[in-house]
């Protein structure tokens, strides 16, 4: 991992290697023992892990009321054009289509 990621960047290896130990005790990455090292990989996606840390946020923010959430990330999608925003409109349609909901 060092070699790889760690060794272009400038970074210790024993940075990595305490990085590495940090994401499996906080359960974001699985090792298995081979030899005297071990072996890393992640144990949740990129999006699940994107999924969690917005929620948490959200969850953190003092009077995030979820219609203020909304509105603020429709603008957002709003704002990175308009494939972003017609990408959410198909989202919202799917999860009402999987939760059995007609459309408004």
């Not at 072996?39 to 699940?48: G, L, Q």
């Amino acid at each position: 991992m060092h070699r790889e990621l760690g060794a272009a960047r400038g970074i210790a290896p024993n940075t990595v290697q305490s990085t590495l130990d940090r994401l499996f005790r906080k359960g974001l990455a699985e090792r298995a023992k081979l030899g005297r090292a071990h072996h890393y990989r992640a144990r949740i996606s990129r999006e699940e892990w994107v999924a969690r840390t917005l929620e948490a946020i959200a969850d953190a923010l003092p009077g995030a009321e979820p219609r203020l959430l909304l509105a603020s990330f429709v603008d957002l999608a709003e704002r990175a054009g308009a494939e972003p925003l017609a990408e959410l409109e198909r989202l919202v349609r799917e999860r009402r289509r999987r939760a059995g909901e007609d459309e408004p």
